[in-house]
């Protein structure tokens, strides 16, 4: 079947520094890869896709790789600020009509 | 609209009583989708509408839930006899078209129902 594991929350972090937030899947067929984030008082938004193994999604800063072997997606960003803090979804596609998703992480970036 | 508008925001219900849940998507777009969020749960997709075909309900979990969808424009998901487990944030979603043409899909900020 088709799922998504990604990295439990929440994460706390300085301003400036380092995110990576650790998403997996197992799917059926080729997925396109996303990421979405939901910000406080706003609905999910797409942050970056990946529709095929060694593409790179980016978005304001972070990035995304599609790792076929190793089933990965994990974003990365160098320097965060505290408007990122949101919480961050990975989900997949493999053809059908919907997405699926991982349970979400809470980012906290505090000044 | 400029978005996914959902209402109510906010809904508390007793146990047994029906509830409605509505979403009104960007004008235009002919895809809709509804996902629930349980309580440390990912999003679990509902069901689906695409123009005027059959929608795609394989998510619903159960027969006390339907949705529809009048006018390919505005939908209602209904629950039936609220059990406390249906507490979830339901959102809503649309997309120009399906996901299967890479569509950008766009949520609204969600329903809110607690069961009581």
């Known amino acids: 079947g088709n799922s998504v594991t990604q990295m439990e929350g929440p994460v706390t972090l300085s301003e400036e520094a380092f995110l990576t937030i650790n998403c997996t899947y197992t799917a059926t067929g080729y997925p396109s890869l996303f990421w979405y984030v939901q910000y406080p008082g706003e609905g999910l938004q797409l942050l970056l896709k990946?529709?095929?193994?060694?593409d790179k999604g980016s978005n304001k800063g972070f990035e995304a790789t599609y790792r076929k072997e190793t089933t990965s997606f994990h974003l990365e960003k160098g320097s965060v600020q505290v408007s990122d803090s949101a919480v961050y979804f990975c989900?997949?596609?493999?053809?059908?009509?919907?997405?699926?998703f991982g349970t979400g992480t809470r980012l906290t970036v505090i000044p | 609209g400029a978005g996914v508008s959902q209402s109510p925001s906010n809904k508390v219900t007793e146990k047994g009583k029906d509830v409605e849940l509505r979403c009104d998507p960007i004008?235009?777009?002919?895809?809709l989708y509804w996902y629930r969020q349980s309580l440390g749960q990912g999003l679990e997709f509902l069901i689906y509408?695409?123009?005027?075909?059959?929608?795609?309900k394989s998510g619903l979990p159960s027969d006390r839930f339907s949705a529809e969808r009048t006018g390919g424009s505005v939908s209602t998901l209904t629950i039936q006899r609220t059990q406390q487990e249906d507490s979830a944030v339901y959102l809503c979603?649309?997309?120009?078209?399906?996901?299967?043409?890479?569509?950008?899909?766009?949520f609204g900020e969600g329903s809110w129902l607690t069961v009581v």
């Open positions: 990946a529709t095929k193994a060694d």
């Open positions: 989900a997949l596609r493999t053809g059908a009509n919907n997405l699926f």
């Open positions: 509408f695409q123009g005027n075909s059959a929608p795609d």
């Open positions: 004008s235009g777009h002919t895809a």
């Open positions: 979603a649309s997309s120009l078209s399906g996901l299967r043409s890479g569509n950008t899909i766009y």
